[in-house]
């Protein structure tokens, strides 16, 4: 091999590893992009239904327990549908604490589409708790661990 010819082999894979790495990079950025996509869509199917948290706060002090859905002004399940939850299901969980379930929908992700994620209000009914089965990376932080 000559000198010409070893620094063109050397040159090709010097482009080969640059190519790589620029496939990597962009797979990186890729991901990076749909996590935050969907972290996007459960913050804002969280944040469409911040108004529950306090009709069922309300309700909870005003008749000393938990309202389930369809009494009062509480709507059916599906009512509480959104662009991303098809539903919110009210009432007291197996703990005795107070809160909802949301259902995740239409995000076009599998990891996300019909799993939960609850709003307690905790043993002492005054702090809210947020917990979902839901991958942590897609969760607001008030929503991780």
Partial sequence: MTKISEAAAAADTSLDAAAA??????AVLEARSVNYTLRA?????NAE?????V????????????????????????SYAGTYVTR???GEFDDGTCGFEL?????????????KLWWDMGSDNEQWHCSSEVDDKYLPLDCRG
């Fill in 49 to 53: 239904v911040q108004a529950l948290k």
């Fill in 41 to 45: 869509k459960i913050v804002q199917a």
């Fill in 21 to 26: 790495g620029e496939r990597l990079s962009g």
């Fill in 55 to 78: 009709d069922v706060q309300m309700f909870r002090l005003d008749q000393g327990r938990c309202p389930t859905n369809g009494e009062g002004d509480f709507g059916a399940p599906e």
């Fill in 103 to 115: 259902e995740f929908g239409n995000t076009g992700n599998a990891q996300i589409d019909g799993r």
């Fill in 88 to 90: 919110a299901t009210i």
